[in-house]
């Protein structure tokens, strides 16, 4: 009995319905806000990831500009560059590791 009267009374019925709607089909429903949470904690990373890079970018830049030494290693290492009397030899290291791994 004390069941049904609680179920009869508009004011409850009325508050649990809008509930209801506010947090599962809303505009901005608990589902919509977990998701953006989600999404937001993913670029506040990716942020954090792509600013040491830029840092590490930096140094390097640094480097190259005042350091002779880093520059002649940099376009060697990159570039294949090489002084009139040297020979570069350039190793495939990549495709020894595919046959390792297709045998």
Do not use: C, G, H, P
């Amino acid at each position: 009995m004390k069941i049904l009267s609680i179920l009869k009374n508009k004011y409850l019925i009325v508050s649990v319905l809008f509930l209801v709607w506010v947090f599962f089909f809303a505009q901005y429903d608990l589902i919509s806000q977990k998701n953006q949470k989600d999404e937001l904690d993913a670029m506040e990373q990716k942020i954090e990831y792509l600013e040491k890079e830029v840092n590490i970018l930096q140094q390097e830049k640094n480097l190259l500009k005042n350091d002779s030494i880093t520059l002649e290693k940099y376009a060697r290492e990159k570039y294949y560059m090489k002084k009139n009397n040297e020979d570069v030899f350039v190793f495939d290291t990549i495709q020894k590791n595919i046959s390792k791994a297709i045998k």
